[in-house]
């Protein structure tokens, strides 16, 4: 059971269904991975136990919920948005899943991304920019866990840096 469920993998994070076998160890691998990083240990725990039982888990408390459902709040003049827990374990993933495999999703299809001398530099960029954007999610929840500590009593959350390359 997990947070993250292959159909998950759609739209600009789309993966071909005959890449699911593989996704299963993609997602048991990164998902705890990131999300103890996100959290810490403690409060990864509370919101592993708060997930029903059912996939795709999802929290069932009210503090849970904020972090895990998307959410845009002003902060001064600023705007912080989040895209939610799974969109963010779905960016990761994909970044880590597309890399690791060297395929690349394109108009006809999930294709091996092979050139003779390198690594596609289209392909480096696109996949780049998915950690990324995983690592702002990251941020924005992170930042209204600090902000609402008196909710998340419990955190240690760990920086995510992002990249400029792999």
């Known amino acids: ?9 759609k739209g600009e994070y789309n993966v071909s269904k005959t890449c699911y076998d593989q996704l299963d160890f993609y997602i048991e691998k990164y ?3 990131y999300l103890v990083r996100l959290l810490g240990a ?3 725990t509370l919101l592993i136990s708060d997930l ?3 996939d795709p888990q999802v929290p ?10 998307s959410f845009d709040v ?16 779905v960016q990761f993933i994909y970044f880590h899943y597309v890399r690791e495999t060297q395929t690349e999703n394109t108009a006809g299809g999930t294709v091996t991304n092979s050139v003779e001398l390198g690594v596609n530099a289209k392909f480096m960029g696109n996949i780049v920019q998915v950690y990324n954007q ?3 999610n990251s941020h924005s929840i992170q930042w209204y866990i600090c902000d609402n500590i ?3 009593p419990e955190e240690n959350i760990q920086l995510i840096e992002n990249t400029c390359g792999i």
């Not at 059971?1 to 993998?9: A, E, G, L, N």
């Not at 939610?84 to 374990?89: D, E, K, Q, V």
């Open 134 to 136: 995983a690592v702002d």
């Open 1 to 9: 059971m997990s947070i993250v469920v292959k159909t998950d993998f």
């Open 52 to 54: 029903t039982a059912t």
């Open 74 to 89: 002003d902060n001064g003049s600023c705007v912080v948005f989040s895209g939610g827990i799974r969109n963010m374990l």
């Open 31 to 33: 998902e705890h991975y």
């Open 60 to 69: 069932q408390t009210a503090r849970f919920l904020s972090i895990f459902n």
């Open 42 to 44: 403690e409060l990864y």
């Open 150 to 152: 008196e909710d998340y």
